[in-house]
């Protein structure tokens, strides 16, 4: 399991933590490559790295997640995303794919006969339980803050009218109150191919969410979720997570459906051993 490692989030979720629960060597911008069945590469493959593979004859895995350039990709339609990926996967020419919403596999499925699978992002491990307190004081965001756009304003009305204090990157999701999921570039690929990981946080930790209707957020929550397009609908979704009692039901349905990642990693180590045994 390789990518450029770092703290991207990427790399953490789909290389270290993955990697670590199927088993896997873990190797951040690995160079030797002898030996090894399979290689899944997170994100952007190296050209050199491709060409070892290529003559090691290591079957290649590329998990797309968010690979796109950003954040100028943020604001692209259909028609040149699927150009990108198109070139993309040509130069690649992975022995199969992962790809992060069940959309992107399909799309992917649409230009190559390589294996596909929509795997999603787990909750990440060790999050503290929000403990959902009797009234809402703190309303926060977590993640690159440059993608909030205009919802920044919004959101820091809201907490003025309200008396609450608005967080961008706080230590840990059980400080907040309400978390926001929210994005102002709504380009195809933030809408479609974009990951659950806010949600997947905030169902892992119970912690009432407001989130954009993006693909990767509808395809992995059945209940327990509030959702904004425009201003009139944040106000509507805060004014309803007032009550406590609210706010503990969501709890509820959110933890149910957190993505915990045993059952994400039993489900790829199963599909990395069939793609090796090719």
């Keep these: ?18 990697g670590k629960a199927i088993g896997a060597t873990v190797e951040p911008n690995a160079n030797s490559v002898k030996g090894y069945d ?34 100028e990709g943020n604001l692209w339609e259909r028609d040149q995303c699927m150009a990108w990926l198109r070139k993309e996967v040509e130069t690649v020419r992975p022995e199969a794919i992962v790809a992060a919403t069940q959309a992107m596999a399909a799309d992917l499925q649409e230009i190559t006969a390589a294996p596909v699978l929509a795997l999603p992002h787990h909750a990440r491990p060790g999050l503290a339980r929000n403990p959902i307190r009797a009234r809402i004081e703190t309303l926060g ?27 961008v990157g ?11 999921a929210l994005r102002s570039q709504q380009g195809y690929a933030a809408r479609t191919w974009k990951s659950n990981v806010k949600l997947a946080n905030a169902q892992g930790s119970g912690t ?9 957020y509808e395809e992995t929550q ?49 599909w990395l051993m069939q793609i090796a045994a090719r």
């Excluded at 009432?208 to 990767?216: N, Q, T």
Aim: net charge positive; with cysteine.
């Design 1 to 18: 399991m390789t990518g450029r490692g770092g703290d991207a989030g990427s790399w953490k979720i789909r290389g270290e933590q993955l």
């Design 38 to 71: 399979l290689a899944v590469v997170v994100k952007r493959p190296r050209a050199d790295l491709l060409t070892r593979l290529r003559q090691r004859g290591v079957p290649l895995v590329w998990d797309v997640v968010d690979a796109w350039p950003q954040p």
């Design 141 to 167: 965001y977590e993640g690159g803050e440059q993608y909030l756009g205009h919802w920044r304003e919004r959101l820091e009305n809201e907490c003025e009218h309200r008396g609450w204090q608005f967080i």
């Design 170 to 180: 706080p230590r840990s999701l059980a400080e907040l109150d309400v978390v926001v």
């Design 208 to 216: 009432p969410i407001v989130c954009s209707p993006e693909r990767g």
């Design 222 to 270: 059945k209940a327990g979720v509030m959702w904004a397009v425009h201003a009139d609908g944040l106000r509507r979704s805060l004014d309803a997570l007032l009550s406590q009692n609210f706010r503990l039901q969501l709890q509820q349905a959110l933890m149910a459906d957190a993505p915990q990642l045993e059952d994400v990693a039993s489900r790829y180590k199963k």
